[in-house]
């Protein structure tokens, strides 16, 4: 697991990585599935922030995450 956080002028930017099993994230996504997925959408969404999931069977895991310092 690599686990970067940056600190930028207007953002903080998270990011998650892992070369687990992985899974169809546009399939959880479409779905509306992943509780854990909804939580961190809805908090984020509450701050303005943004999230990306990036993952495929077999080939891992990535989380993008950035919350804008100016909210």
């Known amino acids: ?9 207007d953002i903080y930017m998270l990011t998650i ?5 992985g899974f169809d994230a546009s399939k959880v996504v479409k779905e509306n599935t992943g509780m854990g997925f909804k939580g961190m959408k809805n ?7 943004f999230l990306e999931i990036e993952s495929r069977e077999g ?13």
């Open 1 to 9: 697991m690599d686990i970067q956080l940056k600190n930028y002028d």
């Open 17 to 21: 990585e892992d070369n687990g099993v």
């Open 43 to 49: 908090r984020l969404d509450a701050i303005d922030g």
């Open 59 to 71: 080939r891992g895991t990535t989380l993008l995450i950035e919350i804008n310092k100016n909210f």
